[in-house]
């Protein structure tokens, strides 16, 4: 009977300390859904470059947990298996964690941040887009520290050009930042990976997305800052922009794709990198940038796609790679700005430039090393270009 008592008061405090540390906005937890959860709790210090991921047959059942950490409280219902955030009237942040068998909407209008910090949290989808982001004036799902996090998007294949279909395991409208000290593992087995119509920021997480078509899709813009990032795409691009237009509302230049800092490998069937306007690479102040790309059949993964284009960095006006350690082994040409011969989306002519002015570059490749319709201005004295065919 001693024991008995001991184990009850030990798991009421268990229980305690858990309400504590995620009831907010004098709000308690949702715990009256009963999908399933897992609180992983890992580190997030593991190998960026490992890609095992868990069987969602595996995941242990429990029910969610939900807390506003800040701002407007109740602004969520569950719909049978779908969650939604709705209706803030302030900025605000909510903490989810254990395993969830639907999808999330984010529709919190246009006037106000929001912020879900994954603590430990799954979730598994097969009928929709996992995660939708359909408003809110600026969307972060952050992955906290010490955490482990998977996203499955366990549908068939759907039509990326529809875009009733929301062809991503997260899919936004608006402008999204996917950060953290913790890891998210993204799982698309037939669509894109993670896919906003307008500006996407990855920061400081550990990162992890294998999917079937592209791994990281910005239409407007993709900026990844000092994180560690493993993206596979199967029969896609591992980033990818779309835009080149100048915007109406801030008057800043779209296209762009930027990496600052972080380890970061890249495996893709077609490009490493396909940028619908500039590709700027370079350290950042907290952290070098160590960037390896392999292409087509020099990836492992690539799966068996009749590819258009297979080349490691690939931007529509110019490249530019400042500082950091960059290593490309494409089935086509390594660095490649060309001009298909129109005008960008702003109006321009693209100047096709590739200048590489620090840092270590490694390119081997089937194509060209470099290939510039504009002009190639190398003055780093460490760049090492082995041009091959089998």
Same mark, same amino acid.
């Given at each position: 009977m001693a024991k008995k008592m001991i184990r009850f008061f030990a798991a009421a405090i268990i229980f305690s300390v858990l309400l504590l540390a995620f009831s907010g906005c004098n709000q308690p937890i949702d715990n009256t859904n009963p999908k399933n959860s897992d609180k992983n709790g890992a580190s997030s210090t593991q190998d960026p470059n490992d890609t095992s991921i868990p069987d969602p047959d595996d995941i242990v059942k429990e029910p969610v947990l939900?807390?506003?950490?800040?701002?407007?409280?109740?602004? %969520?219902?569950?719909?049978?298996?779908?969650?939604?955030?709705?209706?803030?009237?302030?900025?605000?942040?909510?903490?989810?964690?254990?395993?969830?068998?639907?999808?999330?909407? +984010?529709?919190?209008? !246009?006037? *106000?941040?929001?912020?879900?910090?994954?603590?430990?949290f799954t979730l598994i989808c097969d009928y929709t887009s996992p995660i939708t982001v359909l408003s809110g004036d600026e969307v972060d799902l952050k992955a906290k520290k010490d955490y482990d996090n998977f996203i499955y998007d366990n549908r068939e294949a759907v039509d990326g050009a529809d875009q009733t279909q929301k062809a991503a395991a997260i899919y936004s409208e608006v402008d999204l930042e996917i950060s953290g000290k913790g890891k998210l593992v993204v799982n698309s087995k037939n669509n894109n990976g993670i896919?906003?119509?307008? $500006?996407?920021?990855v920061?400081?997480?550990?990162?992890?997305?294998?999917?079937?078509?592209? #791994?990281?899709?910005?239409? !407007?813009?993709?900026?990844?800052?000092?994180? %560690?990032?493993?993206?596979?795409?199967?029969?896609?691009?591992?980033?990818?922009?779309?835009?080149s237009h100048i915007s109406a509302k801030t008057g800043n230049q779209k296209g762009?794709? *930027?990496?600052?800092?972080?380890?970061?490998?890249?495996s893709s069937a077609c490009d490493g990198i396909d940028s619908s306007f500039d590709v700027v690479i370079e350290n950042s102040t907290e952290s070098?940038?160590?960037?390896?790309?392999?292409?087509?059949? *020099?990836?492992?993964?690539?799966?068996?796609?009749?590819?258009?284009?297979?080349?490691?960095?690939?931007?529509?006006?110019?490249?530019?790679?400042?500082?950091?350690? +960059?290593?490309?082994?494409? %089935? !086509? $040409?390594?660095?490649? #700005?060309?001009? $298909?011969?129109?005008?960008?989306?702003?109006g321009n002519s693209?100047?096709?430039?590739?200048?590489?002015?620090?840092?270590t570059v490694t390119i081997k490749t089937n194509?060209?090393?470099?290939?510039?319709?504009?002009?190639?201005?190398?003055?780093?004295?460490?760049?090492?270009?082995?041009?091959?065919?089998?």
């Open positions: 939900i807390s506003c950490l800040a701002g407007t409280p109740n602004c %969520y219902k569950f719909d049978g298996t779908t969650l939604t955030f709705t209706s803030v009237s302030a900025d605000s942040i909510y903490a989810i964690f254990g395993t969830f068998e639907g999808n999330i909407v +984010i529709d919190t209008g !246009d006037n *106000y941040k929001f912020e879900l910090e994954m603590h430990g896919h906003t119509k307008d $500006d996407l920021q920061k400081n997480i550990t990162l992890r997305v294998i999917c079937m078509d592209n #791994a990281l899709r910005g239409n !407007d813009s993709v900026e990844i800052t000092n994180a %560690y990032t493993t993206l596979i795409a199967f029969k896609g691009d591992c980033v990818k922009t779309t835009n762009t794709v *930027y990496i600052a800092g972080g380890t970061h490998r890249f070098a940038t160590v960037l390896d790309i392999f292409t087509n059949k *020099y990836s492992e993964f690539s799966g068996d796609v009749a590819f258009t284009s297979a080349k490691g960095i690939k931007a529509a006006n110019s490249v530019t790679i400042r500082s950091g350690r +960059i290593s490309i082994m494409s %089935y !086509d $040409d390594g660095i490649s #700005a060309k001009n $298909d011969g129109g005008l960008l989306e702003n693209p100047r096709c430039d590739v200048t590489i002015s620090g840092g194509g060209k090393g470099i290939d510039a319709d504009g002009t190639v201005n190398v003055t780093s004295n460490n760049v090492t270009i082995d041009e091959f065919c089998e």
